[in-house]
T-cell receptor
């Protein structure tokens, strides 16, 4: 059974650009959540999607958005990139919304220059 | 807002020692997760618990709901246990998970 797949693995962008990251959950998992990890702030929750609907959102500006498709694959988008957006972005999938064991992808390392 | 505190921040021990990592939170929660992160970023979920105790191999996780405290124990520690261990609280009035800062564990042979 394939795990959670995140693409791309690495990304370099410049300030002001926008970026889209992709996450394919484990087959059958309908919940996808996104996290930002930085050396200073650690792991922080971005948002969670279940059945194509955003169920929860963390304390991040509106530049951070996401969506989930009917096949449960999810994308997150960051517009007008800032230097502080440089981070490891992780997604996780689970069978049920808001609870249940989480299965993490390997993450996308985003560098903003 | 839930505050999640972990201790210690760093821990170096010898192979075979019994390891305890602590996690406390400020607001009642629905569940607590223990995660393991190896260098390179990959995160593995070790436990999710809402009460009592869970055991998997050499790992044991306990939670005391009244005291708002959880512990992760590693018995007969091994160098391959070297990693960052992170606790994360679900619920407690917050959307999504609230994470502790992590405990950086090094087990020396």
């Amino acid at each position: 059974k394939a795990g959670v797949t995140q693409t791309p693995r690495y990304l370099i962008k410049t300030r002001g650009q926008q970026v889209t990251l992709s996450c394919s959950p484990i087959s059958g998992h309908r919940s996808v959540s996104w996290y930002q990890q930085t050396p200073g702030q650690g792991l922080q929750f971005l948002f969670e999607y279940f059945s194509e609907t955003q169920r929860n959102k963390g304390n991040f500006p509106g530049r951070f958005s996401g969506r989930q498709f009917s096949n449960s694959r999810s994308e997150m988008n960051v517009s007008t990139l800032e230097l502080g957006d440089s981070a490891l972005y992780l997604c996780a999938s689970s069978l049920v919304q808001g609870e249940g064991k989480l299965f993490f992808g390997s993450g996308t390392q985003l560098s903003v220059l | 807002k839930n505050e999640v505190e972990q201790s210690p921040q760093n821990l170096t021990a010898q192979e075979g020692e019994f390891i305890t990592i602590n996690c406390s939170y400020s607001v009642g929660i629905s569940a607590l997760h223990w995660l393991q992160q190896h260098p390179g970023g990959g995160i593995v979920s070790l436990f999710m618990l809402s009460s009592g105790k869970k055991k998997h191999g050499r790992l044991i996780a306990t939670i005391n709901i009244q005291e708002k405290h959880s512990s992760l124990h590693i018995t007969a520690s091994h160098p391959r246990d070297s990693a960052v261990y992170i606790c994360a609280a679900a619920g407690g009035g917050a959307d999504g998970l609230t994470f502790g800062k992590g405990t950086h564990l090094i087990i020396q042979p």
